[in-house]
């Protein structure tokens, strides 16, 4: 199981570890390059060990892309993860709306930016096969188009996280049906990954797939706005 306080080179060498023994000797040698690349990479370096694996499509160069993005983002240690699953674990009103706001894509110059990168990165994460990146990269996405919302609410601008209870006013004015896009993409990441992180095998994170398991009880996973509306009236109570 994948939480916060597991060491975050574990988690970022989930997938690739593994994807060496069916890629050839060439496409290994790049992933395996890229990886020792990663290991001693910072947020301004990290970007270069991705782009060691370009033109490869095997999981292991998409478990680079989803890894050197996050560190890119500002994960380069285990303590963003930490701080984001404490505050997921706190057992407060507003537990769920903190960790958004700390997984929350934020370092780039606009808000637009960091959406597409963190679209970008839970694309990447959703083609490595490993339930605990998928279910980070939705969780980095959903919770940036989350951030764009509460911000167009507030006048916050790019460089900071909405707090837990501008996430929390976002969250209601996606219910109330004032952004139908919104809904539609959290709702398509959500779906995405959903059966693969939570109800295939044992759950990549189980305090997060109770949340989507309550959440999406009855309802069609392959209707994206109707998955968005479920789990944003869930987060919302």
């Not at 240690?77 to 894509?105: G, H, I, L, W």
């Not at 219910?175 to 959903?194: E, F, H, L, R």
């Amino acid at each position: 199981m994948i939480n916060g306080r597991r060491n975050l080179a574990a988690i970022f060498i989930l997938t690739a570890t593994t994807a060496l023994v069916s890629c050839g000797k060439k496409d290994a040698d790049k992933i395996g390059e890229a990886q020792l690349c990663l290991d001693k990479a910072t947020q301004t370096t990290a970007a270069e060990c991705k782009a060691m694996v370009d033109g490869i499509e095997k999981t292991g160069a998409y478990a680079i892309r989803c890894s050197a993005n996050f560190m890119t983002e500002g994960f380069t240690q285990s303590a963003r993860f930490k701080q984001a699953f404490d505050a997921f674990d706190n057992n407060s009103p507003n537990n769920t709306e903190a960790f958004m706001s700390v997984m929350t894509f934020k370092n780039l110059t606009t808000i637009d930016a960091n959406v597409s990168f963190a679209n970008e990165t839970f694309e990447y994460c959703a083609k490595t096969g490993s339930k605990g990146l998928m279910l980070l990269g939705t969780m980095a996405s959903t919770s940036t188009t989350l951030s764009k919302v509460a911000n167009s609410l507030t006048g916050g601008t790019s460089g900071s996280a909405p707090d837990a209870t501008q996430i929390n006013q976002a969250l209601n004015d996606l219910k109330n049906g004032n952004n139908p896009a919104a809904v539609q993409a959290i709702g398509s990441v959500v779906s995405s990954t959903y059966a693969t992180s939570c109800q295939s095998g044992s759950a990549s994170n189980q305090s997060i797939c109770e949340q989507l398991d309550d959440a999406l009880k009855g309802v069609d996973l392959n209707d994206p706005a109707a998955v968005g509306a479920a789990v944003i009236a869930k987060w919302a109570n």
